[in-house]
C-alpha cells in the first residue's frame, strides 16, 4: 500500500488484529491497540480512532465512524498489475466485498472530524503547530479528491 500512495518506508510499525489482543464487545470482536509498541513514551503517540475505548497508552482522539464509500477501481487496476497471477483472485475479492458492503451515498463533504483533530494536535503539540496545520491540509486535500 506505501508504494501504490507513493510514500515506500512511511510505515515503520502497523498495528494489525494478526498480531494484537481482540476482545470480545456488544457489538463484535475488536482489536486492542496498544500504543506502547510504537514509543515507550505515551506522550509521543496519538492515535485517530473512531473506537478511542480500545486504545491504550498514548494519546487517543476520538472521531465518528467513516463509512464514505470511495472508489477503488485504480487501486485494483494496480493490484492486479503487480500481481498478474492472481488478476481474477483479485477481481473475485473486489466483488465480493462490494456485494457485502453496498455503497451508502452519505455525504461527507461536511465532516469536519479530522480538522477538528488537527486543532487537537495542535493543544497536544504546540510547539509544531505548522506540522499539524500541514498534515490536516493534506488529509483535507485527499478527502475532497476522493468526494
Not at 458492503?101 to 493543544?123: G, I, Q, W, Y
Request: glycine share 4%.
Amino acid at each position: 500500500m506505501e508504494i501504490y500512495a507513493g510514500v515506500p518506508g512511511l510505515f515503520g510499525r502497523v498495528a494489525s488484529r494478526e498480531n494484537s489482543p481482540l476482545v470480545t464487545a456488544e457489538d463484535g470482536t475488536r482489536t486492542i491497540k496498544d500504543l506502547s509498541r510504537f514509543s515507550p513514551d505515551a506522550g509521543h503517540v496519538v492515535l485517530i480512532d473512531d473506537k478511542p475505548q480500545f486504545a491504550l497508552n498514548g494519546y487517543v482522539i476520538g472521531v465518528p465512524q467513516y463509512s464514505q464509500d470511495v472508489c477503488c477501481d485504480d487501486l485494483r487496476e494496480w493490484m492486479k498489475t503487480q500481481l498478474p497471477v492472481h488478476a481474477s483472485d483479485i477481481d473475485a475479492i473486489f466483488a465480493a466485498d462490494l456485494a457485502k458492503h453496498p455503497p451508502n451515498l452519505v455525504d461527507f463533504t461536511s465532516d469536519s472530524a479530522l480538522r477538528d483533530s488537527a486543532k487537537v494536535l495542535n493543544m497536544v503539540f504546540p510547539e509544531t503547530p505548522a506540522l499539524a496545520a500541514e498534515a490536516a491540509f493534506a488529509v483535507n486535500q485527499l478527502l475532497m479528491a476522493s468526494a
